[in-house]
């Protein structure tokens, strides 16, 4: 699983990443606020500018995006780890850990912290403005609830950009499948 040597100078670093429940409600709690927002604006869109979009399109709308959003948001994860690392498709791995209700792609192999931040935040860079952008040309309920998951959708990652921004570049990161906590392998 690692790419180090037994002879390699580095020391492991636990990063735990705590305080995920917390942050989940809260961001469950401003979704459903700025879902509530977006689809008022939305709606007085729909009759200022006479958009009328049928109510089952909304309705399939609302059932397909969100799932369409996630799984996205985890392809955008492997596709920029193919394209930057140069890895394989047999490095990772898709998973969903019910117990903190968040879906995943768990590299199997250790990366640069530089490629890791890059990989973290390829989803809310191509995400959200694709998602502005629809919901600018199609607004209501079904676009409201896309913006906001490409919204908050990426606050884990971020989170755990966060947690790492005191190492260096040259540092690794191997993740875990729990995603619980990272190990953070920094030369010596």
């Keep these: ?11 492991i670093e636990e990063i735990r990443i705590d305080r995920m429940m917390m942050i989940s409600i809260a961001v469950f709690f401003i979704s459903v606020a700025l879902f509530i927002l977006l689809t008022y604006l939305g709606l007085k869109i729909h009759v200022t500018y006479n958009i009328l979009i049928r109510p089952e399109y909304e309705i399939i709308g609302l059932v397909i995006l969100p799932l369409l959003n996630i799984i996205l948001h985890e392809l955008i994860h492997a596709l920029t780890y193919l394209i930057v690392s140069k890895g394989a498709i047999k490095d990772f791995e898709f998973g969903f850990v019910f117990k903190k209700m968040i879906a995943y792609c768990y590299l199997k192999k250790d990366i640069s912290i530089r490629d890791y931040r890059l990989i973290a935040l390829m989803p809310l860079l191509i995400l959200l403005p ?59």
């Design 130 to 188: 694709a998602a502005v952008v629809i919901y600018m040309i199609i607004p209501g309920p079904a676009s409201s609830l896309f913006l906001v998951i490409s919204l908050t959708g990426p606050v884990f990652d971020i989170y755990y950009i966060f947690k790492l921004r005191r190492f260096s570049s040259g540092c690794k990161i191997r993740e875990t499948r729990e995603q619980d906590h990272l190990f953070v392998l920094v030369p010596e």
């Design 1 to 11: 699983m690692s790419e180090y040597k037994t002879g390699d100078n580095f020391r």
